[in-house]
Nanobody, 127 residues
Framework: QVQLQESGGGLMQAGGSLRLSCAGS????????MGWFRQVPGKEREFVGG????????KYGDSVKGRFAVSRDNAINTAYLQMNTLKAEDTAIYYC????????????????????WGQGTQVTVSS
């Protein structure tokens, strides 16, 4: 199985940018589709974006389309979430997750499809 560790969270002013990283260990990340989710206390976890095993397919949640971008570098077992034009409502704990998608081009947006999760990193956007 794969272990995931997020990094790059922090405090940012509205309008700024942050890049989150998700480092995998234990198994090659190209075995997994990768997803990013976020959660605010008292609310359900929300799909932010995802990328298929070799990066051919990406999907985004409606609230971040045009502002966030997901990428991956399988050579270094890392996935990324580039967050631009940050808003106060982007404040949340961000999680990366891995889906043991058997088909290369598959990318699911549902939380239950993901098998492995990182511990999360806090992103706070001040207005």
């Amino acid at each position: 199985q794969v272990q995931l560790q997020e990094s790059g969270g922090g405090l940012m002013q509205a309008g700024g940018s942050l890049r989150l990283s998700c480092a995998g260990s234990g198994r090659a990340l190209n075995n997994y589709a990768m997803g990013w989710f976020r959660q605010v206390p008292g609310k359900e976890r929300e799909f932010v974006g995802g990328i298929s095993r070799y990066g051919r397919v990406t999907k985004y949640g409606d609230s971040v389309k045009g502002r966030f971008a997901v990428s991956r570098d399988n050579a270094i077992n890392t996935a990324y979430l580039q967050m631009n034009t940050l808003k106060a409502e982007d404040t949340a704990i961000y999680y990366c997750a891995a889906d043991r998608a058997r088909t290369v081009g598959v990318l699911d947006v549902t939380e239950s499809s993901y098998d492995y999760w990182g511990q999360g990193t806090q992103v706070t956007v001040s207005s």
